[in-house]
């Protein structure tokens, strides 16, 4: 029988995984298929339920469930419990393993797809909700020389700095004035296309401004333009991430690029 799997949001309609997972599916000749599936804001758990009972075999989660689907798992893999969040489960015979791969989606993208080392970098994390905590703990990996969080909120982005420590800073938006050489834009901003207040030293020809937006031209990546930065979208990392998560399903490691190419085009 043919293996089913799906993402589970609210909103969903709007969210590229089919695709991408179809086409790893043709790539890797993988008997497989996935669905989108709106959950109820207070019936996640019972959607999920009935999906596992049906015979679902791994699903995505995606907002406002990630952090829902830590509590429901299992057990989880050790970058879900320093992420706090899972956006991948895979079904067991002992129960649901929850993964989280935003963050090695986020840096597979930046140092693979735009040869983007960050060994040494000083990067800027605007936001200190689910998304950015997802991509900590990866990022730290990279060795950067360090990684300020900056949020409207400053007990909130030192209450993340502090779970990660090292060489993590905290500081309000307007604290950020000096130049990075990495910015990533992990707020939710762009999806309201608004801007958040940072200031426009933040960014130099040597930038990279990075928006986990993806799919238009965000208010973010037009200021880091105008002031010299080179820009990307969120694109890659999605794919990027829809692949980890192929491989936690699957154990095969899917090309990306061409599924990247087919989706800008």
Request: proline residues 5%.
């Amino acid at each position: 029988m043919t293996d089913r799997y799906a993402v589970f949001g609210h909103p969903v309609a709007h969210s590229r995984s089919p695709y991408i997972h179809a086409a790893f599916a043709r790539q890797t000749g993988q008997d497989m298929a996935y669905e989108a599936i709106l959950a109820p804001w207070d019936g996640f758990a019972a959607a999920l339920a009935a999906f596992v009972a049906a015979g679902g075999c791994g699903a995505n989660v995606t907002v406002p469930f990630k952090e829902e689907a830590h509590q429901i798992a299992s057990r989880l893999t050790g970058r879900a419990e320093r992420a706090g969040a899972v956006n991948t489960l895979r079904m067991e015979a002992d129960g649901l393993l929850g993964d989280n791969t935003d963050g090695a989606g986020l840096v597979a993208d930046l140092t693979h797809n735009l040869d983007y080392p960050l060994d040494g970098k000083r990067i800027l994390l605007l936001g200190a909700g689910g998304a950015a905590r997802g991509v900590m703990a990866p990022l730290l990996d990279q060795h950067p020389a360090a990684l300020v969080i900056a949020n409207r909120t400053v007990d909130r982005a030192q209450a993340l700095a502090d779970a990660f420590g090292g060489c993590v800073v905290a500081c309000a938006y307007t604290e950020a004035d000096d130049s990075f050489d990495l910015i990533i834009n992990a707020t939710s901003a762009s999806l309201a296309g608004e801007l958040p207040p940072i200031s426009p030293r933040c960014f130099g020809s040597h930038t990279l401004a990075y928006d986990m937006m993806y799919g238009q031209f965000t208010p973010f990546m037009h200021l880091a333009r105008e002031h010299g930065a080179v820009t990307a979208d969120g694109l890659g990392m999605l794919v990027e991430q829809a692949a980890e998560a192929f491989f936690v399903w699957r154990g095969i490691r899917p090309d990306t690029a061409p599924v990247i190419a087919a989706l800008r085009a």
